[in-house]
């Protein structure tokens, strides 16, 4: 059984620029949420995705911006890059929207 | 942000003492989650509450989930040096916002050999 995988593992960025972030989740589960984790801090909710439809979000603003492919994948895209974009990005899938999440090692990304 | 107290921050404890770490919330969740995160690495599940009242262990752990819905403790008994980590409570409740987990702030934990 494949566990969750994110890629690109680390990331280095300017501030204003984009990027994007993929996850795959583990076989067999539907739904995908995307957490971000500033250092020395818990990890904070940014959106789940179920059946290719974003199924809710935390309190980021609309430059965050998610998708879900139909083989279950999703991705993290953030635009106008700020300094304080600077963390481990999550990835973490489920069944069903159900409580079994399963994370990834997650996307260390710099802004400088 | 965060909604979740998590005490202490980080604890630095001896091999084979036991460990208690607890997680309080301004709001009522319907599952408890304990989460151990090592470097460089996501969080791994440890322990599920689904019940107030409800005590569950997995091994040398131990957690409960408070009568109130509002809180939530950790025990580890003879800790060992695998032990390091943070460990993290989590609240998950149906909202709007999807079945989001809340997480605390964690606890650091060494443990000297």
């Known amino acids: 059984e494949t566990g969750v995988t994110q890629s690109p593992t680390h990331l280095i960025k300017t501030r204003g620029q984009q990027v994007t972030l993929r996850c795959s989740s583990q076989?067999?589960?539907?739904?995908v949420s995307w957490y971000q984790q500033a250092l020395g801090q818990g990890p904070q909710f940014i959106f789940q995705?179920?059946?290719?439809?974003?199924?809710g979000r935390g309190n980021f603003p609309p430059r965050f911006s998610g998708l879900q492919f139909p083989n279950y994948s999703s991705e993290l895209n953030v635009n106008a890059l700020e300094l304080d974009d600077s963390a481990l990005y999550l990835c973490?899938?489920?069944?069903?929207?159900?409580?079994?999440?399963?994370f990834g090692s997650g996307t260390r990304l710099t802004v400088v | 942000g965060q909604q979740l107290n998590q005490s202490p921050q980080s604890m630095f404890i001896q091999e084979g003492e036991d460990v208690s770490m607890n997680c309080t919330s301004s709001s009522i969740f319907n599952t408890w989650l304990w989460y151990k995160q090592d470097p460089g690495e996501g969080p791994v599940l440890l322990i599920a509450?689904?019940?107030?009242?409800e005590l569950t262990s997995n091994g040398r752990l131990t957690a409960q989930f408070g009568i109130t819905r509002k809180d939530s403790f950790l025990n580890i008994s003879a800790s060992i040096p695998s032990d390091v980590g943070i460990y993290f409570c989590?609240?998950?409740?149906?909202?709007?916002?999807?079945?989001?987990?809340?997480f605390g702030g964690g606890t650091r934990l060494m443990v000297k050999p």
């Open positions: 989590a609240g998950q409740g149906l909202n709007n916002a999807g079945n989001m987990l809340t």
């Open positions: 995705y179920y059946r290719e439809e974003e199924n």
């Open positions: 973490a899938s489920s069944v069903d929207r159900g409580h079994g999440y399963t």
């Open positions: 509450l689904y019940k107030a009242g």
């Open positions: 076989s067999g589960h539907n739904t």
